[in-house]
């Protein structure tokens, strides 16, 4: 017997040994590559490669985001196929049975669970989540935008189906940065709901931590266009300044602001009634529902007189995240505020917080009208739902983030864009 046990110790030892010289010529290889032991041991497993286990890395994302045409459109037909759709379909239930075991599911889903550079740690984010439904897409825009020192609010709509909840829940419950809001709303499209959803996260942040530098507002449908790490260099160069869109508010808008409105049916709808002009003669702004803010503008939104009066205003207007932020961002003694004089106006093309495509200022690449080019996804309400042809345009733009991302449409348009930010991101290191 005490033969037997030597035996099997040698061949144990012989076994590591074995293993040790694969282990080595594996990272030989490596650093032929110019990549560090440290770097192989500690960040590799955390890149996504084609050996992962999912139907999309059939594409080829490095052709799709150089723009290769005969790459876009077999990515177009795997899309529509019923095969893949089915495939890449993730269930709710999944997410609520996965996240049992909380360090298994983070491994498996690669989550960045540590700090990859003291420029990042020194300058944590707050984050807002309104979301509602298709909890995949959730779940994968966290996992994008994820970092163990920045702070995220999730807001998920009281309506929306208990799965989804449970979903989001559980997969929350799996960060100590990451909660659901203390108090949901039941939002409702261009009403005052969407405004008091991240109003609510706003305050959960602010008295959460008192840390973090910045505030991010996102929905469902957006996705980052860049790396944690280039967030927060394109934030420090704002020097405490804010960036969205903030301009005159155009003719065809003004009827928002100046009639009452009121849910009718779930739906906002006039009443006839004539509104009183806005508190403290303050000028009304245009701009749209997404927002890049220090943490002295959520403090003002929080306690500053002059918006609490602008906000209660506000309430029975139509599409209030529309004009809220922007107006506020004109406010003298905000913190980042800009004058409101049409000189300091900003477009959303100009502005950092979202790449947005409208419709109607599409164009063929040699139009001198058009302000982008055409969608290469499809139209919801005139944005685009973008599609893997724009990812080459998207990511050379500015803006930290986009929308509109559909996983159910076009799955590896947020694929491919995933792949990129983390291989991004992770050779920054070597």
């Not at 602001?257 to 004539?274: A, L, P, W, Y």
């Given at each position: ?21 694969l282990w080595m010529l594996f990272l030989l290889s490596q650093l032929k590559t110019g990549r560090s032991a440290a770097y192989i041991l500690r960040y590799q497993w955390l890149e996504y490669t084609d050996d992962d286990e999912s ?253 609490q009066a602008l906000i209660e205003w506000a309430k029975d207007t139509y599409s209030p995240d529309e004009f809220l932020w922007a107006t506020i961002q004109r406010i003298p003694g905000v913190p980042g505020s800009t004058w409101p004089n049409r000189k300091f106006d900003m477009t959303d093309m100009n502005a950092i917080a979202r790449m947005v ?74």
């Amino acid at each position: 017997m005490w033969f037997l046990k030597r035996g099997w110790q040698l061949r144990l030892l012989q076994f590591i040994a074995v293993l040790g010289s694969l282990w080595m010529l594996f990272l030989l290889s490596q650093l032929k590559t110019g990549r560090s032991a440290a770097y192989i041991l500690r960040y590799q497993w955390l890149e996504y490669t084609d050996d992962d286990e999912s139907p999309e890395k059939v594409c080829n994302c490095s052709a799709i985001l150089l723009g290769e045409e005969e790459e876009i459109q077999q990515s177009k037909l795997l899309s529509i196929s019923k095969d893949f759709q089915k495939s890449t379909q993730i269930p709710d239930e999944y997410y609520i049975n996965a996240t049992k075991d909380c360090s298994k599911f983070k491994t498996s889903r690669k989550y960045i669970t540590f700090p990859l550079s003291e420029e990042e740690e020194d300058f944590p984010l707050a984050y807002s989540m309104v979301v509602h439904h298709k909890v995949h897409s959730f779940e994968r825009l966290l996992r994008a935008i994820y970092a163990p020192q920045n702070i995220y609010c999730v807001h998920v709509d009281k309506k929306s189906p208990a799965s989804v909840f449970i979903a989001i829940n559980a997969i929350t419950s799996c960060f100590p940065n990451v909660f659901m809001v203390s108090k949901a709303v039941n939002v409702v499209y261009a009403g005052w709901t969407r405004v008091q959803a991240d109003l609510n996260c706003m305050a959960d942040l602010y008295n959460t931590s008192t840390t973090w530098k910045y505030f991010i507002n996102l929905c469902g449908q957006d996705f980052p266009l860049k790396t944690n790490l280039e967030i927060v260099k394109a934030l420090r160069s704002l020097k405490g300044g804010n960036s969205m869109e903030s301009e005159e508010m155009p003719q065809g808008k003004k009827g928002r602001v100046t009639n009452v409105h009121e849910v009718v049916d779930g739906q906002m709808q006039r009443t006839g009634k004539t509104k009183d002009p806005a508190p403290f003669n303050l000028p009304i702004l245009s701009g749209n529902a997404y927002i890049v803010v220090n943490r002295g503008y959520v403090r003002s939104v929080l306690e500053d007189k002059r918006i609490q009066a602008l906000i209660e205003w506000a309430k029975d207007t139509y599409s209030p995240d529309e004009f809220l932020w922007a107006t506020i961002q004109r406010i003298p003694g905000v913190p980042g505020s800009t004058w409101p004089n049409r000189k300091f106006d900003m477009t959303d093309m100009n502005a950092i917080a979202r790449m947005v495509k409208w419709h109607w200022h599409e164009g063929s690449e040699d139009s001198l009208q058009a302000v982008y080019p055409e969608c290469k996804g499809h139209h919801v309400r005139s944005i685009c739902v973008y599609g893997a042809g724009d990812l080459q345009w998207l990511i050379e733009q500015h803006h930290l983030f986009a929308n509109k991302f559909d996983a159910d449409r076009d799955l590896i348009a947020i694929y491919c864009l995933e792949k990129y930010l983390r291989h991004k991101a992770l050779i920054e290191l070597v």
